[in-house]
Each structure stands twice: as C-alpha cells, then as structure tokens.
C-alpha cells in the first residue's frame, strides 16, 4: 500500500462528504430559506431533538432538530450534517399544512415551508401533530379532515445522486482491486 494512502482516503472522504453535503442541500431547498429566515439563536419552545424527516427530497433519519415555539419554527440538522445547512427560523404564517401521505404502513404529515415554492417537510403524523397549535385554522380543519397530499414525496434527483455514488463506490472498489493485483 503507498503511503500516501491514508491521507489520500482522508482528503477523498473530506471532499466527498463536501460534495454531497452541498448537492444535499440544494436538493433539499435549504439554501432559500436559509436567506429568507436565518435564525440568530434557537427560540424558548418545545425542543423535538433527533427527529427524522424529509425536507424536500432529502431525508433526515434522527438527525434533524426542531424547536416549535411562538416565535416560529426552528430547523437544524445535527452538527454532522449542518455543511450549507444554517438553522431556520420559520415564522409560523409561512408555514402551510398540505397534507397527508401513506408510504407503506407509515403516514407523514407534509408541510409547505416558506411559501408556494417552498420545499414541502414530511414528518411522521404523531410530529405533526405538535404543530396544530402554531397553525392556521384553516390548515388545523384540514388536518383534522385527515386530506391527502396532492404531490409526490418522491424525487428523481435523489437517485441520481445515488447512482453517481455507486458509481463511485464501484470505481474505488475496482481500483483498489487492481491496485492490490500489483
């Protein structure tokens, strides 16, 4: 093995979590809220810590933070996955409730943030339900007529993203087997 090989991986792996930190967040829509509703500091509210969610088409397994407070709605990924990805603090007039979607046995709550072209955030319906209070009453009687969301959860781009890692993946593999031939 050459000895370049452990800062040569080091500096692949860095430049590989940048990568896709960055198309993760443009795939998620983080960067125009994040113009629109930078948060200068968490607010006082219920903290909802370690959620899973999906903003945009970029899901969030137990690591996303939320903060439901008068002040608005409070969004950060952990630590870990917070490259290009600021906290939000959502004013809860921009908020929107959408709708309901059943993906297998499970049912999400859908979210519009920011307005008409705003990403859409999914979280389980138990989650969603801590948001009625901050919501409109319009947005509350829907909820409570249980309605259905109109669009899709589903988003081409992710498999994209998906595919391009594996070919990576296949490319490093089949180059470290080759170097290992040598």
């Known amino acids: 093995m050459p000895a370049f090989f452990p800062y040569g ?6 430049g590989m979590w940048i990568g896709v930190s960055f198309f993760l967040s443009r795939i998620a829509g983080w960067p125009p809220l994040a113009a629109r509703y930078p948060a200068a500091a968490e607010p006082a509210g ?20 939320m903060t439901l407070s008068a002040a608005g709605f409070y969004m950060v990924p952990s630590l870990a996955f ?13 908020v929107r409730f959408e709708g309901f979607e059943k993906m297998l046995f499970l049912t999400f709550a859908c979210f519009r ?6 990403p859409v955030l999914a979280v389980w319906g138990k989650t969603g339900e801590r948001f009625l209070p901050f919501l409109s009453a319009k947005d509350r009687a829907d909820h409570a007529a249980g309605r259905a969301y109109d669009g899709s959860l589903l988003d081409r781009r ?4 998906m595919a391009v890692g594996a070919a990576i993946g296949l ?8 170097a290992g031939r040598r």
């Not at 991986?9 to 860095?14: D, E, H, I, R, S």
């Not at 917070?82 to 921009?94: A, V, Y």
């Not at 943030?113 to 705003?118: A, E, F, S, T, V």
């Not at 490319?171 to 080759?178: D, G, I, S």
Request: some cysteine.
């Open 171 to 178: 490319a490093a593999a089949l180059a470290a087997h080759l």
């Open 9 to 14: 991986f080091a500096v692949f792996f860095a």
């Open 113 to 118: 943030l920011g307005g008409d072209g705003g």
């Open 82 to 94: 917070r490259l290009f990805m600021p906290p939000l603090l959502i004013p809860w007039s921009d």
């Open 46 to 65: 219920e903290r909802l810590l370690w959620n899973s969610a999906q903003v945009g088409s970029v899901s969030f397994r137990s690591c996303l933070n």
């Open 158 to 161: 992710i498999w994209i993203l």
